[in-house]
């Protein structure tokens, strides 16, 4: 039974909804605790910051009462040059916007140190990279929802093994404890260092969100005859 209310309805992203995701996505970022830290002006993001990537699986809950996208998971295939493609993103502001540069080099970072491709001995994971929830829908279970429904789609994934949650608030954590995932991995932000030994951080967000969690699920252990019908995406 779904604990989300009745007029909410989880769906596959298309063309029509990503108006409505860059709305989300601005709350997301603004209240993100690293980026909030940095003081990043969020409305300065370029809009690739805004939009699913080519080949992303996302969902979003759709209000069916306005068609506002309520809350969205985003999840890509990820492969071990990921941390390379991130990094070479990064770079773009390196001159432009210090702040931003910093934050994005933080999370290429995590991605590395440890590298969990090298630790789980995997070329690729399933990754659920963006949960975002718009403010006036807070608090009503949707994130952990489109969470649910995007581990279940992972599971019925035959091409990969590994699922991954890179975490940098708490919430989240929360959330992919809750899925079952195992954390990994947990790194105070200080600890990310650049090449002259200083952290990424200038500001390091307030506990408990000041620690990177790496949270990962080994689908050599799962039963296919536990996912329940929620598993079954509408399109």
Request: aromatic residues 8%; glycine residues 2%.
């Amino acid at each position: 039974m779904n604990k989300y209310p009745k007029n909410i309805g989880i769906v596959r992203a298309t063309e029509e909804h990503k108006s409505n995701i860059k709305s989300t996505m601005k709350d997301f970022y603004s209240d993100e605790p690293v980026f909030k830290a940095q003081k990043i002006d969020v409305e300065k993001l370029d809009k690739c910051f805004y939009e699913p990537k080519e080949g992303d699986f996302t969902l979003v809950a759709i209000d069916k009462n306005n068609k506002d996208v309520a809350s969205l998971a985003m999840n890509s295939i990820i492969k071990p040059d990921n941390a390379l493609k991130q990094r070479t993103h990064a770079d773009l502001y390196n001159k432009t916007n210090i702040e931003l540069y910093r934050a994005l080099r933080l999370w290429s970072s995590i991605q590395t140190d440890p590298c969990p491709f090298k630790m789980l001995n995997v070329d690729k994971m399933w990754e659920i990279t963006i949960l975002a929830t718009a403010k006036q829908y807070r608090g009503l279970g949707l994130s952990a929802a489109v969470a649910k429904q995007s581990f279940e789609a992972a599971l019925l994934n035959d091409d990969v093994s590994v699922i991954c949650m890179i975490c940098t608030n708490y919430l989240s954590a929360k959330i992919a404890q809750n899925l079952g995932m195992e954390c990994m991995v947990k790194k105070h932000f200080g600890e990310y260092k650049d090449d002259n030994g200083q952290p990424w951080l200038k500001s390091v967000p307030e506990p408990p969100n000041d620690a990177a969690r790496v949270f990962i699920f080994k689908k050599k252990n799962y039963i296919k005859n536990v996912v329940t019908n929620n598993a079954l995406i509408p399109t």
